[in-house]
């Protein structure tokens, strides 16, 4: 048993201060006590709020962030970026990946996400080689202290209507019996901070006949498990699907299966009215990324009127075109700003503080994404929380109720000083203990690809 004391913070949506919380072995806050002075020679850290889940990331995409900046004659588009992507893919090992994928866990930790979905396509392919790339993601997050929801993607097809897998796509694959052969070999290698979850790559790259196999697989290790697709980033994918089934992405996932709580939505970009109340009546969650959807030009999400009728949303880094949530909450609520011509749009229905509410909205409904129990400072919650600065010049001015506001909107440079991870503290006074070789390793393993991409 730990315990730990925090000068004030955010338990659920109010301002306490003289919180001490104690944490039992396994990392879970099992007693929350407020208003209290520290004991004689108990450390008193500052400002405390629950940390963020990431609940979209594609690891190895961190290398190649920012390698796609540049415009050929010719339209620049969604689809010109991901032929890119494959061509950097193709250099992916599992050594790379643990490389990657552990430098960009610290990242994470360090801009205050405690934990992420591993939404994981690079399998090279056979049962061996896929489960040497799942096991770099997981040694990364092991070594790092991130905690985990590692979602193997099953991954089929190139397009709607069976279009075989290009080269690109290759290391992508997996035959049905395969892929629940992978998840079973993998349930027990994720237990403590870590999850195994299902996932579709996409509504093109999966049959319609695999989604019953793959979900009955997971059912039988855990039929609680989270269950993550892409499903409507392009409005080329909205217009094939319509063309192949009918209907629209989320219209079809609505209509074919059984969309309730564990299932993420990511990039639910493109919906209409019918389809976003469809899903915050499911009590799916929407996966958004704004930094990545804005950076591929994908589109904005109605987000006010999904949220004003009660739906859930949780936020991911995806392409990690940025490593920070307060970025990707601040462009969520201009994006909106922009489009209306309005300031504040999303706060709760009565109103209220725009940062903080999307701060306690997106910690919430990660943690669903992820099945995890994070998101909120409280009994039986893992203690995953982050300890801001609030001698930051950031907060000279904030009351209590602008802390967050001010943190998401005008935290520059970034106030976020500790991070705990289940009890653990992974990052102190703005550092994580293995950063340096991490990230010296990072230096000199993406120097090399890139000489090797210049040579080809
Ligand atoms: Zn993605």
């Given at each position: 048993m730990?315990?730990h004391?925090?000068?004030?913070?955010?338990?659920?949506?109010?301002?306490?201060?003289?919180?001490?919380?104690?944490v039992?072995a396994?990392?879970l806050?099992?007693?929350?006590?407020?208003?209290?002075?520290?004991?004689?020679?108990?450390?008193?850290?500052g400002?405390?709020?629950?940390?963020?889940?990431?609940?979209?990331s594609?690891?190895?995409?961190?290398?190649?962030?920012?390698?796609a900046?540049?415009?050929?004659?010719?339209?620049?588009?969604?689809?010109?970026?991901?032929?890119?992507?494959?061509?950097?893919?193709?250099?992916?090992?599992?050594?790379?990946v643990?490389?990657?994928?552990?430098?960009?866990?610290?990242?994470?930790?360090?801009?205050?996400?405690?934990?992420?979905?591993?939404?994981?396509?690079?399998?090279?392919?056979?049962?061996?080689?896929?489960?040497?790339?799942?096991?770099?993601?997981?040694?990364?997050?092991?070594?790092?202290?991130?905690?985990?929801?590692?979602?193997?993607?099953?991954?089929?097809?190139a397009?709607?209507?069976?279009?075989p897998?290009?080269?690109?796509?290759?290391?992508?694959?997996?035959?049905?019996?395969?892929?629940?052969?992978?998840?079973?070999?993998?349930?027990?290698?994720?237990?403590?901070?870590?999850?195994?979850?299902?996932?579709f790559?996409?509504l093109?790259?999966?049959?319609?006949?695999a989604?019953?196999?793959?979900?009955?697989?997971?059912?039988?290790?855990?039929?609680?498990?989270?269950?993550?697709?892409?499903?409507?980033?392009?409005?080329r994918?909205?217009?094939?699907?319509?063309?192949?089934?009918?209907?629209?992405?989320?219209?079809?996932?609505?209509?074919?299966?059984?969309?309730?709580?564990?299932?993420?939505?990511?990039?639910?970009?493109?919906?209409?009215?019918a389809?976003?109340?469809?899903?915050?009546?499911?009590?799916a969650?929407?996966?958004?990324?704004?930094?990545t959807?804005?950076n591929?030009?994908?589109?904005?999400?109605p987000?006010?009127?999904y949220?004003?009728?009660?739906?859930?949303?949780?936020?991911?880094s995806?392409?990690?075109?940025s490593?920070?949530?307060?970025?990707?909450?601040?462009?969520?609520?201009?994006?909106?700003?922009?489009?209306?011509h309005?300031?504040?749009?999303?706060?709760?229905?009565?109103?209220?503080?725009?940062?903080?509410?999307?701060?306690?909205?997106?910690?919430?409904?990660?943690?669903?994404?992820l099945?995890?129990?994070?998101?909120?400072?409280?009994?039986g919650?893992r203690?995953?929380?982050?300890?801001?600065?609030?001698?930051?010049?950031t907060?000279?001015?904030?009351?209590?109720?602008?802390?967050v506001?001010a943190?998401?909107?005008?935290?520059?440079?970034?106030?976020?000083s500790?991070?705990?991870?289940?009890?653990?503290?992974?990052?102190t006074?703005?550092?994580?203990?293995?950063e340096?070789?991490?990230?010296a390793?990072?230096?000199?393993?993406?120097?090399?690809?890139?000489?090797?991409?210049?040579?080809?």
């Open positions: 730990q315990k004391y925090f000068k004030e913070g955010l338990i659920g949506g109010d301002w306490v201060t003289g919180i001490r919380l104690h039992d396994g990392g806050i099992s007693k929350l006590e407020t208003d209290v002075k520290p004991a004689k020679g108990e450390a008193a850290h400002t405390v709020l629950p940390a963020m889940p990431n609940l979209h594609h690891a190895f995409q961190r290398a190649f962030a920012g390698l900046e540049f415009r050929a004659p010719g339209q620049s588009d969604f689809w010109n970026w991901r032929n890119a992507m494959y061509h950097f893919a193709a250099y992916m090992t599992p050594e790379a643990e490389v990657i994928a552990s430098a960009l866990y610290i990242e994470m930790l360090k801009a205050g996400y405690s934990a992420v979905g591993e939404f994981h396509y690079l399998h090279n392919s056979h049962v061996d080689q896929a489960l040497a790339m799942s096991r770099a993601i997981i040694t990364a997050a092991e070594q790092t202290g991130m905690a985990l929801t590692h979602l193997p993607v099953l991954y089929q097809m397009d709607f209507g069976g279009v897998a290009n080269k690109g796509q290759a290391p992508f694959l997996h035959e049905d019996d395969e892929y629940g052969r992978l998840l079973k070999i993998l349930r027990p290698r994720l237990t403590g901070r870590h999850k195994l979850g299902l996932c790559h996409s093109r790259a999966v049959p319609q006949a989604f019953a196999p793959a979900i009955s697989a997971m059912n039988e290790l855990d039929d609680k498990a989270p269950i993550h697709i892409h499903i409507a980033e392009q409005m994918e909205v217009d094939a699907c319509v063309k192949a089934t009918g209907k629209r992405p989320v219209e079809w996932l609505l209509a074919n299966q059984q969309v309730d709580a564990r299932w993420c939505l990511i990039h639910a970009t493109h919906v209409n009215e389809e976003w109340r469809g899903i915050a009546e499911r009590g969650v929407v996966g958004l990324c704004p930094t959807e804005a591929l030009g994908d589109g904005i999400f987000a006010a009127e949220l004003a009728a009660g739906g859930c949303f949780g936020i991911g995806d392409s990690h075109i490593i920070d949530p307060r970025e990707e909450l601040r462009l969520l609520e201009y994006g909106q700003r922009l489009t209306r309005a300031r504040t749009v999303l706060t709760a229905a009565d109103g209220g503080h725009t940062g903080e509410y999307l701060w306690r909205q997106a910690a919430m409904g990660g943690a669903r994404a099945g995890q129990p994070i998101g909120e400072i409280a009994v919650k203690a995953d929380l982050i300890v801001l600065d609030r001698t930051s010049p907060f000279a001015a904030s009351a209590y109720g602008q802390v506001d943190f998401v909107f005008a935290g520059q440079p970034n106030p976020v500790d991070v705990m991870v289940a009890g653990e503290w992974v990052v006074c703005g550092k994580h203990a293995k340096d070789e991490v990230f390793n990072y230096n000199d393993l993406v120097g090399r690809i890139a000489a090797k991409m210049e040579d080809m």
